[in-house]
């Protein structure tokens, strides 16, 4: 399990990551919907994660969610790299009702974020941009290229927690041990 703790002057966080795990997060974000997406991922992705996030909520929920994306991010990089034996690969398409989205991803050590989710406007509180912050924080952070694309879907709830899933799920996927891959890349090193 790794640990980090990051304090600035608008968050601070603490944080522990199993990526291997059975599923369970204790998330105190002080951001209801936020704590429920994390929950969400932590379910799917099967992490055991603690999280403990206290920001400027006063001012608003931005730096709060990036920085907890920045935390994610570098626990997932040091739980991951250097990698071996592990698929690498990883996709899912999650169905919510009306909604369906899909992520693509590559553990590749070459960050990149595609991010085709027509979100606008808030769910309760929270501002539906943030998730494309959360996500471009993890992407970054934690060196993986993903794809997270809504093929169709018009609620916003259920566009959110469903690129959540996707997400959680194909990274599962992409963490698969498979001990014939040795480092799973013609270079010989990730």
């Known amino acids: 399990m790794q640990t980090l703790t990051r304090n600035t002057k608008e968050t601070q966080i603490t944080a522990s990551l199993e990526i291997y795990g059975d599923g369970s997060g204790e998330i105190q974000s002080e951001i209801g919907f936020f704590n429920h997406m994390l929950q969400s991922l932590c379910k799917h992705a099967n992490w055991n994660l603690n999280l403990t996030c206290k920001g400027d909520l006063k001012v608003d929920f931005h730096h709060s969610v990036e920085d907890c994306g920045i935390v994610i991010g570098t626990l997932l990089k040091q739980a991951l790299f250097p990698i071996s034996k592990i698929e690498r690969f990883g996709n899912a398409s999650i169905v919510m009702d009306e909604t369906c989205v899909e992520c693509d991803l590559d553990i590749s050590n070459r960050p990149f ?35 997270i694309v809504a093929k169709r879907g018009k609620n916003q709830h259920h566009l959110i927690e469903a690129t959540f899933k996707a997400f959680a799920v194909a990274l ?4 698969v041990k498979n001990n014939a891959l040795g480092i799973p890349s013609t270079k010989g090193i990730l």
């Not at 993890?138 to 993986?144: D, I, S, T, W, Y």
């Not at 599962?172 to 963490?175: H, L, S």
């Open 113 to 147: 974020l595609v991010f085709e989710i027509p979100l606008c406007g808030k769910v309760g509180e929270f501002d539906c941009e943030l998730v494309e912050e959360f996500f471009r924080a993890v992407v970054f952070n934690a060196g993986l290229s993903v794809h």
């Open 172 to 175: 599962r996927r992409a963490c």
